[in-house]
């Protein structure tokens, strides 16, 4: 805004004779020569001042739109992924009838699919184990 000033009027460092600040302006105390347009200076160095006033007030609010609408997007995703941490997790497990489960040393359990029993074939010695967990009994107790 200066320069510009400077610049139409041809004025140096030394044509300013104070600055002050007024409230919220700031008074300028020129030198000037006689044949200066004084009221030319005064109305083209409040243009400056309005045009620059504008030009940082218009980036001001872009910087602050910009943070709000940054501020808007954190917020939302925060809240996205707080929905999805409190979101029951199901685990789904497909059971087939007859699951062979191998043991160490390769030993092949097969797991029958009768529901009143507890029981284990052991397909390498034919082996019946388990207990019936209706009656609380030993399955070899059980009438043929």
Do not use: C, W
């Amino acid at each position: 805004m200066l320069q510009k000033l400077m610049k139409k009027f041809d004025l140096t460092l030394g044509n300013f004779q104070s600055i002050q600040r007024k409230n919220s302006d700031i008074l300028f105390t020129l030198k000037v020569s006689k044949d200066t347009d004084k009221g030319d200076l005064e109305r083209t160095g409040h243009r400056s001042y309005e045009e620059e006033l504008d030009k940082v007030t218009a980036e001001r609010d872009a910087a602050r739109l910009e943070a709000d609408t940054a501020k808007q997007h954190s917020q939302d995703i925060l809240g996205l992924a707080k929905s999805f941490a409190n979101r029951p997790i199901k685990i789904e497990q497909e059971i087939t009838q007859n699951p062979t489960i191998t043991q160490e040393g390769g030993r092949q359990i097969n797991q029958g699919d009768n529901s009143s029993y507890d029981e284990t074939n052991v397909s390498d010695e034919g082996q019946y184990a388990g207990r019936d967990i209706n009656n609380d009994r030993d399955p070899d107790d059980r009438a043929v």
